[in-house]
Nanobody, 125 residues
Framework: EVQLVESGGGLVQAGGSLRLSCAAS????????IGWFRQAPGKEREGVSS????????QYADSVKGRFTISCDNAKTTVYLQMNSLKPEDTAVYYC??????????????????WGQGTHVIVSS
């Protein structure tokens, strides 16, 4: 059974950092794109970042460029999102998702095939 499990969320003050993890169960990330998305209360889900497991190409939403970094472990079973200089507007439920290689954070959410359950990030001002 394919599963994605996010962890690492929590409450942090503005300017702080968190590292989110997305662990794959039942498969590896080989030949997939892995994306991070977030959804704030009352807002649509938006893409944050993505990484290609085949060539390591990374993409970011403009709102997080220079602050967030996505990476994948060598075993291609865990993807991380290092979030620095967090702002209150980063508060959301963060989800990881897997889709065909080449997808990015700007692609429609329905293009992604598998989703995790989400992890909450709250940034206080």
């Amino acid at each position: 059974e394919v599963q994605l499990v996010e962890s690492g969320g929590g409450l942090v003050q503005a300017g702080g950092s968190l590292r989110l993890s997305c662990a794959a169960s039942g498969f590896t990330f080989e030949d997939y794109a892995i994306g991070w998305f977030r959804q704030a209360p009352g807002k649509e889900r938006e893409g944050v970042s993505s990484i290609s497991s085949s060539d390591g190409h990374t993409q970011y939403a403009d709102s997080v460029k220079g602050r967030f970094t996505i990476s994948c472990d060598n075993a291609k079973t865990t993807v991380y999102l290092q979030m620095n200089s967090l702002k209150p507007e980063d508060t959301a439920v963060y989800y990881c998702a897997v889709g065909k290689d080449g997808l990015g954070p700007h692609d429609p959410v329905y293009e992604y095939d598998y989703w995790g359950q989400g992890t909450h990030v709250i940034v206080s001002s």
